[in-house]
């Protein structure tokens, strides 16, 4: 479903058709193709129900791609087939690129975030949805995008034009994959100042590898300021794997990520106690 129903606020036109832009060029993770999605104007949402036990939990999924395009298989979809099976609604959202880079630079993605998470909650009974148990999960620029949602739920970017703009956009909990933007590595990996967490700032999970071409210290400056905000945190960083790899299968122990994810659900009590 289209995220704003009149278009979205100050749109900007796309410098052409919304459509696939990789080429042979790009990388192949899991020596598999990526679908990167760019020229995106007009954002959506689109809902992926568990087809077996739904526990009422929902995370909001912010594919990655340097704010540029959106790497919709990747990060996205098949990230949704995972939650499914977990028990977990999924709603990945389709969020405006390309822009010049994250909040403030532009304010287009956070916006479409915002009404992302309000919608969600607005659809709560619905979709079959705890509105007090929607998280967020997000890659690389949508890992930043995440975090800058994470710290910036109180006050929307944009008038509200609906029932879903009255309701909270702060996620419940957070889920952040090789995040960037995060420490500024032209400024010793200083944590950036637009991205500052409170003590109401979600519970969050961190995942990056130490081997990362986008920096590790993006997870661990982003860590340590939750730890000093006294927002319960868990981090995980792997010796291998570089960036982009989203839940394709390798040989590394990154890998099994997503489990730990799952472990982590259950320890801040968003998935039920396992028998």
Not at 76 to 96: F, P, Q
Request: include cysteine.
């Amino acid at each position: 479903m289209p995220l704003w129903p009149n278009g979205a606020p100050g749109a900007q036109p796309a410098p052409g058709p919304e459509g696939n832009m990789t080429t042979p060029k790009d990388n192949r993770p899991g020596g598999r193709a990526v679908i990167r999605i760019g020229n995106v104007s007009n954002p959506t949402l689109t809902v992926y129900a568990p087809k077996t036990s739904n526990t009422g939990a929902a995370v909001v999924v912010f594919p990655g791609g340097g704010y540029r395009i959106l790497a919709i298989d990747l990060e996205g979809t098949e990230v949704c087939d995972w939650l499914n099976s977990a028990g977990i609604t999924c709603v990945l959202v389709k969020y405006r690129v390309p822009e010049p880079g994250p909040y403030p630079k532009s304010s287009a993605p956070l916006q479409d975030a915002q009404r992302a998470v309000g919608m969600v909650r607005a659809h709560a009974d619905e979709w079959h949805i705890d509105p007090n148990r929607i998280g967020v999960l997000g890659f690389s620029a949508g890992a930043h995008l995440a975090a800058a949602l994470s710290t910036h739920f109180d006050q929307r970017l944009y008038d509200p034009i609906d029932a879903s703009d009255k309701l909270s956009c702060r996620p419940d909990f957070a889920v952040i994959v090789y995040p960037g933007y995060l420490a500024l590595s032209d400024q010793n990996f200083a944590l950036n100042p637009d991205i500052h967490p409170t003590a109401q700032t979600p519970p969050t999970f961190i995942v990056q590898a130490e081997d990362d071409s986008v920096h590790v210290e993006n997870a661990v400056v982003y860590f340590m300021a939750l730890k000093n905000a006294k927002v319960p945190a868990e981090l995980h960083i792997y010796a291998q794997s570089g960036h982009g790899y989203g839940l394709r299968r390798t040989e590394l122990p990154v890998t099994t990520w997503p489990k730990s994810v799952e472990i982590w659900l259950h320890t801040i009590h968003v998935l039920p106690p396992t028998s």
